[in-house]
């Protein structure tokens, strides 16, 4: 019998330890009614899953994960998940707020979040916190989308897009932002302050952004790069940005020549419903103007996903921004065919990536060795397989 006790401690303790799954549903049976409650309950390692609803109410905005290494996610991906703010200048709102030093091992993935109005914050706010940020969509809000202090904040596959401030705002950072669509924000794109920090854009679309404060970097706007050293430490790569001679701009750029890292096309994105705003009767008053949402999956020939019929549609043009992204990003859940290299934007990577096109009729055989799938094994495809050689992915 003593021989049992040990081996029976071990399994106690591996019990103990295991993740817990702690549910949130506003509207349903579950462990909690808020979000907030629910981080508060949960430890280190747990997931809080998220319901389909709309959420409102306090518990339900100025959200903070209070330094805890966990998971915040929606069930059904944001759009069916939304956070509203309701904030107004009387009573202001954000939706999350990281300032307890959280790192990568706390994650936020999956959610809508909309009706923020802050004037010294954000939507999603990051003081001296670094979390990851997945499959978001930050729409529709008064004041920044993300800003980033002393952050080095991982955001991926998020859409920033119509919010009466800047889409994304940071200093003293070393952000990347992964495959990310930022469109239509009425005071710019990017804006990073760099100091000591990096900024890296990478498979990002970033377009239709405007700016009434200056007339350089509508798009990407990169100050306190104060010598050419500092001026290196800015990351595009493979992006799509607006074909507008003031839609980039780098500080001393006008000294030194443009650095290396810098690598993006300037063409229409097509997607499928760009977002917009409305002017609400009065177009010479902005203030009161309304965001309509829009659909930034990108248009193929070959087959882009609807999210309103749950199904593949073709289109009569593709975008250039699929199959133009970084070639050492893994292409992921991106479906047959993928062309072999991920999506620019928001989609890229994902099982709603828009499908390859090679001009001629669809291919719909897997064929061995045909890793572009345009129903040939050839040099492009021998090209992508040394490209990726002995590559491991996490």
Same mark, same amino acid.
């Not at 319901?51 to 100025?62: E, I, L, Q, V």
């Not at 430490?233 to 799509?240: G, L």
């Given at each position: 019998?003593?021989?049992?006790v040990?081996?029976?401690?071990?399994?106690?303790?591996?019990?103990?330890?295991?993740?817990?799954?702690?549910?949130?549903?506003?509207?349903?049976?579950?462990?909690?009614?808020?979000?907030?409650?629910?981080?508060?309950?949960?430890?280190?390692?747990?997931?809080v899953?998220?319901?389909?609803g709309?959420?409102?109410?306090?518990?339900?905005?100025?959200?903070?994960?209070?330094?805890?290494?966990?998971?915040?996610?929606?069930?059904?991906?944001?759009?069916?998940?939304?956070i509203?703010?309701?904030?107004?200048?009387?009573?202001?709102?954000?939706?999350?707020?990281?300032?307890?030093?959280?790192?990568?091992?706390?994650?936020?993935?999956?959610?809508?979040?909309?009706?923020?109005?802050h004037?010294?914050?954000?939507?999603?706010?990051?003081?001296?916190?670094?979390?990851?940020?997945?499959?978001?969509?930050?729409?529709?809000?008064? +004041? $920044?989308?993300?800003? %980033?202090? #002393?952050?080095?904040?991982?955001?991926? &596959? @998020? *859409?920033v =897009?119509? /919010?009466?401030?800047?889409a994304?705002?940071?200093?003293?950072?070393?952000?990347?932002?992964l495959?990310?669509?930022?469109?239509?924000?009425?005071?710019? +794109? $990017?804006?990073?302050? %760099?100091? #000591?920090?990096?900024?890296?854009?990478? &498979? @990002? *679309?970033? =377009?239709? /952004?405007?700016?009434?404060?200056?007339?350089?970097?509508?798009?990407?706007?990169?100050?306190?790069?104060?010598?050419?050293a500092?001026?290196m430490?800015v990351?595009i790569?493979?992006?799509?940005?607006?074909?507008?001679?003031?839609?980039?701009?780098v500080?001393?750029?006008?000294?030194?020549?443009?650095?290396?890292?810098?690598?993006?096309?300037?063409?229409?994105?097509?997607?499928?419903?760009?977002?917009?705003?409305?002017?609400?009767?009065?177009?010479?008053?902005?203030?009161?103007?309304?965001w309509?949402?829009?659909?930034?999956?990108?248009?193929?020939?070959?087959?882009?996903?609807?999210?309103?019929?749950?199904?593949?549609?073709?289109?009569?043009?593709?975008?250039?921004?699929?199959?133009?992204?970084?070639?050492?990003?893994?292409?992921?859940?991106?479906?047959?065919?993928?062309?072999?290299?991920?999506?620019?934007?928001?989609?890229g990577?994902?099982?709603?990536?828009?499908?390859?096109?090679?001009?001629?009729?669809?291919?719909?055989?897997?064929?061995?060795?045909?890793?572009?799938?345009?129903?040939r094994?050839?040099?492009?495809?021998?090209?992508?397989?040394?490209?990726?050689?002995?590559?491991?992915?996490?």
């Amino acid at each position: 019998m003593k021989k049992l006790v040990f081996p029976s401690i071990c399994l106690f303790l591996a019990i103990a330890c295991q993740a817990r799954i702690i549910t949130v549903d506003n509207d349903g049976p579950a462990d909690f009614d808020t979000i907030q409650p629910a981080i508060d309950a949960a430890l280190d390692g747990d997931v809080v899953v998220v319901a389909p609803g709309t959420y409102t109410g306090d518990g339900n905005r100025d959200i903070d994960f209070k330094g805890k290494a966990i998971t915040v996610r929606s069930e059904e991906g944001p759009r069916t998940c939304i956070i509203d703010c309701q904030g107004s200048r009387d009573e202001p709102h954000q939706g999350f707020y990281f300032q307890s030093g959280e790192d990568a091992s706390s994650a936020l993935d999956g959610f809508t979040v909309t009706g923020g109005y802050h004037d010294h914050a954000a939507v999603v706010n990051c003081d001296r916190s670094s979390p990851r940020i997945m499959n978001c969509i930050i729409s529709a809000n008064t +004041g $920044v989308g993300i800003l %980033l202090f #002393r952050s080095d904040v991982f955001v991926s &596959n @998020c *859409i920033v =897009t119509g /919010n009466q401030g800047t889409a994304i705002a940071c200093r003293h950072n070393e952000p990347v932002f992964l495959n990310c669509t930022i469109v239509r924000n009425r005071q710019g +794109g $990017v804006y990073s302050s %760099l100091g #000591r920090g990096k900024i890296c854009l990478k &498979n @990002c *679309i970033i =377009t239709d /952004n405007t700016v009434r404060a200056r007339r350089v970097g509508t798009q990407v706007y990169v100050g306190g790069c104060l010598s050419r050293a500092g001026c290196m430490a800015v990351d595009i790569v493979n992006c799509c940005i607006e074909d507008d001679p003031n839609a980039v701009f780098v500080e001393a750029w006008d000294i030194w020549p443009e650095p290396p890292g810098i690598s993006y096309i300037t063409a229409d994105p097509n997607f499928a419903a760009p977002g917009y705003w409305d002017p609400n009767d009065d177009p010479d008053y902005s203030y009161d103007d309304f965001w309509v949402d829009g659909d930034y999956h990108l248009k193929s020939q070959a087959g882009r996903w609807n999210p309103n019929s749950q199904s593949w549609i073709q289109d009569d043009v593709t975008s250039p921004c699929i199959d133009a992204g970084d070639p050492s990003t893994p292409i992921g859940d991106e479906p047959f065919p993928n062309g072999g290299t991920v999506n620019i934007g928001a989609y890229g990577g994902t099982a709603e990536a828009s499908k390859s096109y090679f001009g001629q009729q669809l291919c719909e055989t897997i064929i061995a060795g045909d890793i572009d799938g345009d129903c040939r094994v050839d040099l492009a495809d021998l090209k992508l397989m040394s490209y990726h050689w002995l590559e491991r992915i996490e």
